[in-house]
């Protein structure tokens, strides 16, 4: 699941910001034009279950 986010956010032209313990990317950024910026989060819930499946979070802000 992370290395899915993490290719599109590359598609999208986001930048890696951050990792999890496990180096995972879970943190992005992008820069636009205007000067703005954006912020786009991603995580599992539960990694600490069992056994998938996991309930994810996908956090944004601009």
């Known amino acids: 699941m992370y290395a899915d986010?993490?290719?599109?956010?590359?598609?999208?032209?986001?930048?890696p910001e951050d990792t999890d313990a496990n180096g995972r990317?879970?943190?992005w950024g992008k820069a636009y034009p205007?000067?703005?910026r954006a912020s786009v989060m991603f995580?599992?819930?539960d990694q600490d279950g069992p056994s998938p499946p996991y309930t994810y979070s996908l956090n944004g802000s601009i």
């Not at 986010?5 to 930048?15: H, L, P, S, T």
């Open 43 to 45: 995580f599992a819930l």
């Open 5 to 15: 986010v993490a290719k599109q956010a590359a598609a999208g032209g986001w930048m």
């Open 25 to 27: 990317t879970v943190h």
């Open 34 to 36: 205007d000067g703005s």
